[in-house]
C-alpha cells in the first residue's frame, strides 16, 4: 500500500513526498482510512510507528483554513506539544491552514495574539489550554476533532480531571475523538467509553518494543553503578545516547559525573526544573549532534521524537514496566537497529522482572568485559527471580 492509496488530499500528499515518507507503517494504514470516514479511534501502538502522522494526515485533509480552532490535539508535556505543532505545519505546508500552540512555562500573550489571529489546528498541553479558556481567548464551538495523545501518560501526571473539562467543552454530537497511545491501560477503558462514540480499537504490536532494539541488563553491586556507568559508555560505539535517570537530581549527577570523566562537551541534561528555554536548547543540541549524550528523566521518554539514536542506558530499571517501553523507544525507530542497556542492583530484582513481564521477553543479563566487578549475588549465572519476603515461623500453640 501507498499513501496514494488512502484518500488523502493532494497538498497533504504532496507533504507526505517531501517529508520522504515512501509507505505507510502499519498503524498509518490501518487508522487513516477509518479517521477519513469520521470514525472514533483507539489507537495502541509501539512508540516510533507513526501515530502523530496517522492521525494529522487524514485530519488535515479533511478541513479548509476558517481561522478558526478545528482540530485539537492535547499532550501531556509541552515537548510533545511543540515537535507535534510542527510536524502539523509540515504536514500543511501546502494549504492556508494555520496551527497555534498552547503550553506553560512561556508568556501566554503571544499565544493568545495568534489564536485572536486566527488558527485552525490547535495543539495543546491541558493546564494551558484551560487557561486560555478562562481568558476567553481560546473558542471550542467550531472543534470538529478532538485527539487525546499520550492519554496513559496525562493520566499518570494527573490530567484527568481537566482532560475531562476539556472533552465537555466540545461539541459532543459533532465532535470525532481519537485516543493514541503506545499503551491502553485498562483503568482508561471507563474513560474511553464515556468520551468517544462506538470507537474502533487498533492495536498494532499491544505491550511489545521494536524488534529491532537488541535488549541487556548490567547487573552490579549498588556501589559500582556509577563506575559501571563509565565503562559502559566508554566501551559502547555510539552515535547518539541518551540516558535515563529516575529523578532530577540524578539526571544533574550523572551529566556532570560524564562531563567530568571525559566528555566535558559532548554531554547535556533535559529534565523539569530546567527553564523552557534551556530544555529547548538542549533538545535542538541533541538533534543537530552539538551534544551526542542526554541525559534525562521520564520527561523526554515521551517528550522527544529523534531518529539516529543508537543507544539508551536506563541508570536504573524503572519502577514502571511501561517507562521502560517508552525509554528504549528512542532507539530502534523506524525500523532502524538499535541497542538498551539497563544497569541494575538486588534492590531492583522485582523492577527488573515486572519488566520482562511486561514486554513477554527474557532479556538476556551481560557483564562488561575487563571491568573489575566486586562480587554480587546477581553475577552468578542464575535465573532472574523476584525478591521475596520470607515469613517467620509461628509458634504452634499447645
Known amino acids: 500500500m501507498t499513501f496514494n492509496e488512502l484518500g488523502l488530499a493532494e497538498p497533504i500528499l504532496q507533504a507526505v513526498t517531501d517529508c520522504g515518507y515512501t509507505k505507510p507503517t502499519d498503524i498509518q494504514a490501518q487508522a487513516i482510512p477509518q479517521i477519513l470516514l469520521g470514525k472514533d479511534i483507539i489507537g495502541a501502538s509501539q512508540t516510533g510507528t507513526g501515530k502523530s502522522a496517522a492521525f494529522a494526515l487524514p485530519l488535515l485533509s479533511m478541513i479548509e483554513a476558517t481561522g478558526q480552532p478545528q482540530i485539537l490535539v492535547l499532550e501531556p508535556t509541552r515537548e510533545l ?24 512555562g512561556v508568556n501566554v500573550g503571544p499565544q493568545a495574539k495568534a489564536l485572536e489571529e486566527g488558527v485552525d489546528v490547535v495543539v495543546a498541553t491541558p493546564g494551558r489550554l484551560i487557561d486560555h479558556f478562562y481568558r476567553g481567548s481560546m473558542k471550542f464551538k467550531n472543534i470538529r476533532a478532538l485527539v487525546l495523545d499520550e492519554v496513559d501518560r496525562m493520566t499518570d501526571m494527573g490530567f484527568l480531571p481537566v482532560v475531562r473539562k476539556i472533552v465537555n467543552l466540545c461539541p459532543r454530537d459533532t465532535r470525532q475523538t481519537l485516543f493514541f497511545s503506545a499503551t491502553m491501560p485498562q483503568i482508561l477503558q471507563g474513560f474511553a ?28 553491586g549498588l556501589d559500582q553503578r556509577d563506575e559501571l556507568l563509565l565503562a559502559l559508555v566508554k566501551d559502547t560505539a555510539f552515535d547518539n545516547l541518551m540516558i535515563f535517570t529516575r529523578t532530577r537530581k540524578e539526571a ?3 551529566a556532570h559525573m560524564l562531563q567530568s570523566s571525559g566528555w566535558p562537551d559532548e554531554v547535556t541534561v533535559m529534565h523539569s526544573d530546567i527553564a523552557q528555554k534551556d530544555r529547548s536548547a538542549a533538545l535542538k543540541g541533541f538533534k543537530e549532534d552539538k551534544y551526542s549524550i542526554l541525559v534525562a528523566t521520564d520527561v523526554a521518554a515521551r517528550g522527544i521524537d529523534i531518529s539516529g539514536v ?3 542506558i536506563n541508570y536504573r530499571v524503572p519502577e514502571n514496566p511501561e517507562d521502560y517501553v517508552h525509554r528504549i523507544g528512542r532507539t530502534g525507530r523506524a525500523e532502524a537497529t538499535g541497542d538498551a542497556f539497563t544497569l ?8 527488573a522482572k515486572s519488566v520482562e513481564l511486561f514486554i513477554e521477553r527474557k532479556i538476556e543479563r551481560r557483564k562488561l568485559e575487563g571491568f573489575d566487578y566486586a562480587y554480587t549475588a546477581l553475577l552468578e549465572d542464575k535465573p532472574l527471580r523476584p525478591l521475596r519476603k520470607v515469613r517467620p515461623k509461628m509458634k504452634r500453640r499447645r
Open 81 to 104: 506539544a511543540d515537535q507535534l505543532a510542527e510536524a502539523f505545519r509540515q504536514y500543511a505546508k501546502h494549504t492556508n491552514i494555520k496551527v497555534g500552540l498552547l503550553y506553560g
Open 310 to 312: 543508537t543507544h539508551v
Open 252 to 254: 544533574d549527577t550523572v
Open 344 to 351: 541494575f542492583t538486588a534492590e531492583e530484582i522485582d523492577f
Open 193 to 220: 467509553q464515556w468520551c468517544l462514540k462506538d470507537p474502533l480499537e487498533i492495536t498494532i504490536a499491544r505491550r511489545a518494543v521494536a524488534s529491532t532494539i537488541s535488549h541487556a541488563f548490567y547487573p552490579v
